[in-house]
């Protein structure tokens, strides 16, 4: 298993920019959940999906955009980038029947 | 979701028993203690959770106190490779999909 993979693991984007990022995991996991990291901060919630075709806002959903139309994949999707979006992002996953959330290695995002 | 309390920082020695402790003294009765890690740069690790029972596991101990108002988490024996930023979380069990983290407590493990 490759767990959670998350591409890619560095961007530069331009404000205004628009931008997806990937998230999979090969778990046949049902939750899945988007985080941000801002420097020496706490990771903060954006969006989440509790199975395919479900998914729920988080914390700090403003800006960003979520689909789940497979179990495997999550897709995080920034429609107009701001210097406030940069950050860390988490992907992470988890079973229905477990409580270990795995976590993947994340991607820095820089909007300039 | 109950709000926990966790110091900034904490060293320990190599080899020694590292204690973690964190205050949550809101907690209500359906609500676990989690614990997660994270390792510089590194996505969050899950590392134990309990309600109120301590509960060991291959990566640590977690003490949790008679009213649960507070908890600890115990690194037997902490190496190097412990050094990272430990997150004391309380949430309902089946709810961890979506956590809040505070700003945790860095554990430096010194040779």
């Known amino acids: 298993n490759a767990g959670v993979t998350q591409t890619p693991k560095f961007q530069v984007l331009k404000t205004g920019q628009s931008m997806t990022l990937q998230c999979a995991q090969d778990m046949n996991h049902e939750y899945m959940s988007w985080y941000r990291q801002d420097p020496g901060m706490g990771l903060r919630l954006i969006h989440y999906?509790?199975?395919?075709?479900?998914?729920d806002q988080g914390e700090v959903p403003n800006g960003y955009n979520v689909s789940r139309s497979t179990t495997e994949d999550f897709p995080l999707r920034l429609l107009s980038a701001a210097p406030s979006q940069t950050s860390v992002y988490f992907c992470a996953s988890r079973a229905d029947f477990q409580e270990t959330q795995y976590f993947g290695p994340g991607t820095r995002l820089l909007v300039l | 979701d109950a709000k926990t309390t966790q110091p900034t920082s904490m060293d320990c020695a190599e080899g020694r028993a590292a204690n973690l402790p964190c205050n949550h003294s809101t907690i209500s009765g359906n609500e676990y203690v989690y614990w997660y890690r994270q390792i510089h740069s590194q996505g969050p690790q899950y590392i134990i959770h309990g309600l109120k029972n301590n509960e060991t596991n291959e990566m640590a101990s977690l003490i949790i106190t008679e009213d649960r108002k507070s908890s600890t988490l115990i690194l037997p024996h902490a190496t190097l490779r412990d050094t990272a930023v430990y997150y004391c979380?309380?949430?309902?069990?089946?709810?961890?999909?979506?956590?809040?983290f505070g700003k945790g407590t860095l554990l430096t493990v010194n040779p």
């Open positions: 979380i309380v949430r309902v069990e089946g709810s961890n999909y979506k956590l809040t």
């Open positions: 999906s509790v199975g395919a075709g479900i998914t």
